[in-house]
């Protein structure tokens, strides 16, 4: 989480430059179809290092048919306090992270973008954030625990909506550093879900966690339609609705898990300690 972010800062910082209009054999559109025809050997480069991967070997186990096994799956994982929690938490996070677009689309009223164009030093403010975000939401983990270190990355998230929505002038462009440590509460949440899980039910207790995932897919279509109806503070006033229930919901966790060290299901009071 600190590393990766570095390589993407310095691609981030590349394509300003391409955009520029520093190179004149790469004038628009072509300076943006570089970029992707780029990205996209890079997507290659990627597909081609995972098929190195080494997976630890698992016993097979008797499989059950698919709509039984779903079933009893879905209901375990219902059983679960800490689990349905974490799924709201996960829920409410990402469509706080979904702000992200709505904040570039503010970029123009927030700054005088008619002269400079800031695609790739916004995406360099993003990683720039995620890459110290990663080291030090890290080291929060290991002093204080995984919920220490989902609560720190929900708290970024916030504090960028406010300062996206109250900051003006260039100092807003602090936002987007903001969201990129907060964007980290994405990796985070699952990581605490396999903390609540036993090994033989944590592939399974992921999936059912990120289908949380794609029903937050809704919410750039809902801050779009806030902005065009009722224009951006409707869109910040939602986006701090949801981030502020997810820490409610990962608050409400964190009261659970130190009353009760055992609950009516085996997976639910494992957390790693702080």
Not at 51 to 64: C, G, N, W
Not at 126 to 153: D, Q
Not at 171 to 191: D, H, Q, T, V
Request: glycine share 10%; net charge positive; with cysteine.
């Amino acid at each position: 989480f600190f590393l990766a972010p570095v390589c993407a800062v310095i691609g981030s910082l590349a394509a300003q430059y391409v955009l520029g209009g520093h190179i004149r054999q790469l004038k628009f559109p072509y300076d943006f179809a570089s970029l992707y025809a780029f990205g996209s050997l890079c997507l290659l480069a990627v597909t081609a290092s995972s098929s190195f991967y080494q997976l630890t070997p698992v016993a097979d186990e008797k499989r059950p048919p698919l709509f039984p096994a779903l079933v009893a799956s879905s209901r375990e994982y219902l059983q679960s306090t800490p689990l349905v929690l974490l799924f709201g938490v996960y829920l409410f996070g990402s469509s706080a992270i979904a702000v992200s677009p709505t904040l570039s689309l503010y970029t123009s009223h927030a700054v005088d973008t008619t002269r400079v164009n800031f695609s790739g030093l916004l995406m360099a403010l993003r990683f720039g954030g995620k890459s110290l975000g990663g080291y030090l939401l890290g080291m929060v983990a290991i002093r204080w625990g995984l919920n220490a270190s989902v609560t720190a990355s929900l708290t970024l998230l916030l504090c960028a909506i406010l300062w996206g929505w109250l900051i003006p002038g260039y100092a807003f462009l602090f936002a987007f550093g903001l969201i990129g440590a907060g964007e980290l509460s994405a990796a985070y949440i699952p990581n605490y879900g396999i903390a609540f899980s036993r090994r033989q039910t944590t592939a399974r207790n992921l999936s059912l966690l990120m289908m949380a995932s794609p029903l937050a897919g809704i919410s750039p279509a809902l801050y779009g339609f806030l902005a065009d109806r009722w224009g951006f503070n409707a869109s910040f006033a939602f986006a701090l609705g949801v981030a502020l229930a997810a820490l409610g919901l990962i608050r409400c966790l964190r009261k659970q898990s130190i009353v009760a060290k055992s609950g009516r299901h085996p997976d639910e009071w494992t957390e790693v300690p702080a």
